[in-house]
C-alpha cells in the first residue's frame, strides 16, 4: 500500500518567505508618510501652545499653566481613546502622535479600553497599567538613582 502522506516540508525557504512578504506589502511613501506624522504630531504640540498661551493669559503660574495644559491634553487623549478616534487619527499621523505626552495616554487608556469587558477591578483596573507600569517603574528607579548621583555631586563628601 502506498503512502500518500507526504513527508516533505512545504514551508518556503527565506529567501522565498522576503519575496512573498515585498509582493504582498504596499510600498511606503515616505515623503507622505513622515510629512503627515510632522503635521499631525505638531499640531498635538501646537494645541498644547495654545492651552498653556490661554491659562497664561487666564493669569495662570508658568508652572501651574505648564501642569494644566499636560493634564488637559492627557484627558483630550484619553477621551479621544474612549470614543475610538484617536486610533483614526493614529492611523494617519503614525509616530507624530506617538510622540507628545498623547501618546503615552492613548496607550494606557487603550489597554484599559480593551479590557472593559472583564470588569472594572480585574479588567480596566489590572490591564490600565499593563503598558504604564513599567513606564513608571523604571521612570521612578531612574529618578531615584539620578536624585542619588545629584545628592552625592553636590555634597560636601569631596
Keep these: 500500500m ?3 502522506v507526504s513527508h516533505e516540508s512545504h514551508e518556503p525557504t527565506s529567501e522565498q518567505y522576503q519575496k512573498m512578504v515585498h509582493d504582498a506589502s504596499i510600498p511606503t511613501r515616505f515623503g507622505v508618510t513622515i510629512g503627515k506624522a510632522f503635521l499631525i504630531g505638531g499640531s ?8 498653556k498661551q490661554f491659562l497664561l493669559w487666564m493669569e495662570l503660574s508658568e508652572d501651574s499653566a505648564a501642569a494644566w495644559t499636560s493634564v488637559t491634553l492627557v484627558f483630550l487623549s484619553a477621551l479621544l481613546t474612549g470614543l475610538g478616534l484617536y486610533e483614526k487619527l493614529a492611523k494617519h499621523g503614525g509616530a507624530g502622535t506617538l510622540v507628545p505626552i498623547t501618546g503615552f495616554a ?3 487608556s487603550s489597554a484599559a479600553v ?17 503598558i504604564a507600569g513599567p513606564v513608571i517603574l523604571y521612570g521612578t528607579a531612574a529618578s531615584v538613582l539620578y536624585g542619588i548621583i545629584y ?8
Design 44 to 51: 498635538i504640540c501646537l494645541l498644547g501652545e495654545c492651552i
Design 151 to 158: 545628592w552625592v555631586a553636590t555634597s560636601n563628601f569631596f
Design 106 to 108: 492613548n496607550a494606557v
Design 114 to 130: 480593551e479590557a472593559k469587558t472583564e470588569g472594572f477591578i480585574l479588567g480596566v483596573g489590572a490591564k490600565i497599567f499593563t
Design 2 to 4: 502506498q503512502d500518500f
